[in-house]
């Protein structure tokens, strides 16, 4: 069941205006964001500042599953209703992981080298099996920061893919 939280932050600007400011302030000001953990630092603060999200929502690195059950995919950062966490004993959590929520997912680096192309095909790949097992009732922004703008053909025919379910922000051109 998509939660109702879920579903207006997913149709709001709120998130991808806070995300194009973070991309605007790196092409200004690049000292700010030296590495993907800068980033990640960067999106979760501004993300705090949007009404409705808190601290108790928004989540670093939590696991989801696959088809078979195993803990494998982990996106930067979640969404997740606080309603859908379950806190068990010994400080661990869990949730059904067919719920709705927004999941963030970052790469930073040169858009020249083919490795930083294979590795955003690859979190985008897991990210639609992990769509398709919750009924596409999970949302994903593709947060793509890069140092150079040079043309790569590989990573011009990922970021220009659509869906419903998925966005591209980027700073690349």
Request: glycine letters at 4%; hydrophobic letters at 35%; aromatic letters at 12%.
């Amino acid at each position: 069941m998509e939660n109702d939280l879920i579903k207006e932050l997913r149709d709001s600007k709120d998130i991808n205006n806070a995300m194009q400011e973070i991309l605007n302030g790196y092409n200004k000001k690049p000292i700010e964001i030296l590495t993907e953990s800068d980033l990640h630092c960067a999106v979760y603060q501004k993300l705090l500042k949007i009404k409705n999200i808190s601290s108790e929502i928004l989540h670093s690195e939590i696991y989801w599953k696959n088809k078979n059950g195993k803990l494998v995919y982990r996106p930067d950062l979640s969404i997740i209703p606080k309603e859908d966490i379950v806190l068990c004993k010994e400080g661990k959590f869990e949730f059904d992981g067919k719920i709705g929520a927004i999941l963030f997912e970052f790469k930073f680096g040169k858009s020249s080298h083919n490795k930083f192309c294979e590795d955003i095909e690859k979190d985008f790949n897991k990210f639609m099996e992990l769509s398709k097992l919750n009924k596409e009732k999970i949302y994903c922004y593709f947060i793509i920061l890069t140092k150079d703008n040079k043309f790569n053909s590989s990573l011009k025919s990922i970021i220009s893919k659509k869906g419903k379910n998925f966005k591209f922000i980027t700073n690349y051109h």
